[in-house]
């Protein structure tokens, strides 16, 4: 399997000992050492420069929080805002014009996603308040009723499908499809396969095929009977099983990147053969948030504040480059879907902090001329040379050490420290909330308004921040922190299920209810077969 691979320089440290090694005088070890010092500087002499990317900072007029892109033909772009609306520019220089619900132009000024459609019409989805859409000249809702419902509150993504049919995804209600004529159908964890009604991403492939990303796994529907399966490696498993796919980009008719929490996947569509990428393959982050590429067949991907280059190479690897706030970013969050390449075949990131666009540049190093290395290079390439010949003497004169010596020293190289575990944000306020809710467990009042102000933030902002962590609203995920008690309750307390109920904030009935619905089986049979029951 292709594995990503990071550009690196001759590892010296393990390059010493060898010539140490070799027999003869540190002489023949140094000369061998300076001869590879010239070809390397006959290389770097031939090379015409290396490739050198800069971010800067996009002038929007004022501090937005940029969460979606979508650039048009002619070159404008439109800009989705997290809490601020909207935003376009006529091309990249243009001032932008801005557009709220103050205003009274937008029904929502949280928009999450936008699309184009093949009427031409700008579509944009919103947390909590439907879509809407831009018909040229204004901002319009649906005119069909059945577009302007509750179950459109929470929009994550639009496709078109060949039958005419526009699709649309939702983090509450599942898949809808309205067809050519208007008739909406809805597509659920109640009347189709679909596991959840969370869903993140949705992505056409060919005339008759849809990716759907989910809080729990990848799916397709075949657009021709609407039949929806998981989406499955060249083995026939379904290898996404029950993980949060984050964001999908289809490149072409080859291949599918599909975004998770554990990292990124690379789905060959002929084969069915599958690439995992994660952070031990130089990848910044295993969460991925958006995905892109450029108008030279490289692919960028951001996770929380890092945002990874990937090259494929001829041979199906792929190179890694990562960039983060000490590239000039700083310290900001990207968002997911924010992610474009404009048409001078610049990629831009949207982030808490606006837009960045990466500028790749091909840098000669100062000094030197056209027809060979500048003075400072020479001046440079032989102090390290001498260092190096000056080490290899250094080492020469180590061969007289006992074997003892020498066994400690490998023994300690052995020695590593423990790994470091860096908790993301989104980890960390994971890790808030729910000691927040176990604080309040036996509370049967403990509600998502008292939990949205406890971490300080309003009740829409949590929903978007736990649904987008965990695939789950608040209410839900409250719900399950007291059945997940509750059932180490009935394991350990040796407590009644009434008991057990009332000490997790529920009614017995709301217990034997919601703990049937999370693990299969009423909380009597569960204790029943429980390896810990008595038989």
């Not at 990124?264 to 002929?270: A, E, V």
């Amino acid at each position: 399997m292709p594995q990503c691979l990071n550009t690196h320089i001759m590892n010296t440290e393990n390059y010493i000992p060898t010539l140490y090694r070799t027999k003869g005088s540190w002489r023949k070890s140094s000369m061998t050492l300076i001869a590879l010092l010239m070809m390397l500087c006959s290389c770097q002499n031939n090379n015409d420069g290396d490739e050198v990317t800069t971010f800067q900072r996009m002038d929007l007029g004022k501090t937005v929080n940029v969460s979606c892109f979508d650039v048009e033909d002619n070159g404008s772009l439109w800009l989705g805002l997290d809490g601020q609306g909207l935003a376009f520019k006529e091309s990249v220089t243009a001032v932008p014009r801005y557009y709220d619900k103050l205003s009274g132009t937008l029904p929502s000024d949280v928009v999450t996603c936008t699309y184009k459609d093949k009427n031409g019409r700008q579509w944009f989805g919103t947390f909590g308040n439907g879509l809407f859409y831009w018909d040229g000249s204004s901002f319009r809702l649906p005119a069909n009723d059945s577009l302007r419902t509750t179950a459109l509150e929470y929009v994550a993504g639009f496709t078109e499908s060949s039958d005419g049919a526009f699709w649309i995804a939702t983090q509450k209600s599942g898949l809808i499809r309205c067809d050519s004529t208007g008739f909406v159908t809805h597509f659920n964890n109640v009347n189709s396969e679909l596991p959840t009604n969370w869903l993140a991403d949705i992505k056409t492939f060919d005339h008759n095929t849809i990716y759907i990303a989910t809080g729990w796994g990848l799916f397709t529907i075949d657009t021709r009977n609407n039949s929806i399966s998981p989406v499955t490696d060249n083995y026939g498993k379904a290898f996404l099983e029950k993980q949060m796919i984050r964001i999908l980009y289809t490149e072409g008719k080859e291949r599918l990147w599909i975004g998770t929490t554990t990292g990124l996947y690379i789905y060959d569509l002929s084969s069915h053969a599958v690439t995992h990428l994660t952070s031990d393959d130089g990848l910044a982050d295993n969460f991925i948030k958006a995905i892109g590429r450029d108008n030279k067949g490289v692919f960028w991907i951001t996770s929380e504040h890092f945002i990874t280059r990937i090259t494929p190479q001829q041979d199906g690897s792929f190179t890694c480059k990562t960039y983060g706030p000490d590239n000039g970013i700083g310290d900001v969050t990207f968002h997911v879907r924010a992610i474009a390449c404009n048409n001078e075949g610049q990629m831009m990131f949207g982030s808490s902090n606006g837009v960045y666009v990466a500028k790749q540049e091909i840098a000669s190093p100062a000094g030197r001329g056209s027809n060979g290395m500048g003075v400072i290079g020479v001046v440079g390439i032989m102090g390290i040379m001498g260092c190096m010949v000056m080490g290899i003497m250094l080492l020469s004169r180590r061969r007289r050490r006992t074997a003892v010596e020498h066994t400690v020293r490998a023994g300690y190289s052995d020695i590593e420290p423990s790994k470091i575990v860096i908790s993301s944000a989104d980890e960390k306020f994971k890790d808030k909330a729910i000691g927040i809710v176990e604080e309040h467990i036996s509370d049967a009042d403990f509600s998502v308004e008292q939990l949205s102000s406890e971490l300080g933030m309003t009740r829409g902002h949590l929903y978007k921040r736990l649904t987008s962590i965990t695939g789950k609203t608040p209410q839900e995920f409250i719900r399950i922190i007291r059945i997940k008690r509750g059932r180490q309750l009935l394991e350990e307390s040796g407590e009644s299920i009434q008991q057990v109920a009332w000490r997790v904030g529920l009614s017995p009935k709301q217990f034997s209810k919601y703990f049937k619905e999370e693990y299969g089986m009423l909380p009597s049979d569960y204790i029943k077969n429980s390896p810990q029951s008595p038989s």
